[in-house]
Nanobody, 121 residues
């Protein structure tokens, strides 16, 4: 069993900052990829920022220069520092990870429960 637990969402004014955290726990052998997606009302879920299986980072064009993803491998935790927030950043933010469990060599895709980020104008 693997769980992803997110924290750090909330309400902030435009121009403000928030920091999201996502901690993975459970029967983890290796985390191959980990990052953040978001889904606004009436829109599809989209990539925000993520570490890929090759340990590089990907960012959505809309957040480049404003958001920074970082991680603490010892804690199986990934962070998303969000600066200069805009009303269009309002969405539910989901943590995602591709994790290989302790039993066998199979990796699975896991999602957190989501955390609401609301940016007021």
């Amino acid at each position: 069993q693997v769980q992803l637990v997110e924290s750090g969402g909330g309400l902030v004014q435009a121009g403000g900052s928030l920091r999201l955290s996502c901690a993975a726990s459970g029967s983890i052998f290796s985390i191959h990829a980990m990052g953040w997606y978001r889904q606004a009302p009436g829109k599809q879920r989209e990539l925000v920022a993520a570490y890929t299986s090759g340990h590089s980072t990907n960012y959505a064009d809309s957040v480049k220069g404003r958001f920074t993803i970082s991680r603490d491998n010892a804690k199986n935790t990934v962070y998303l520092q969000m600066n200069t927030l805009k009303p269009e950043d309002t969405a539910v933010y989901y943590c995602n990870a591709v994790i290989e469990g302790l039993l066998g060599g199979v990796s699975y895709d896991y999602w957190g429960q989501g955390t609401q980020v609301t940016v007021s104008s």
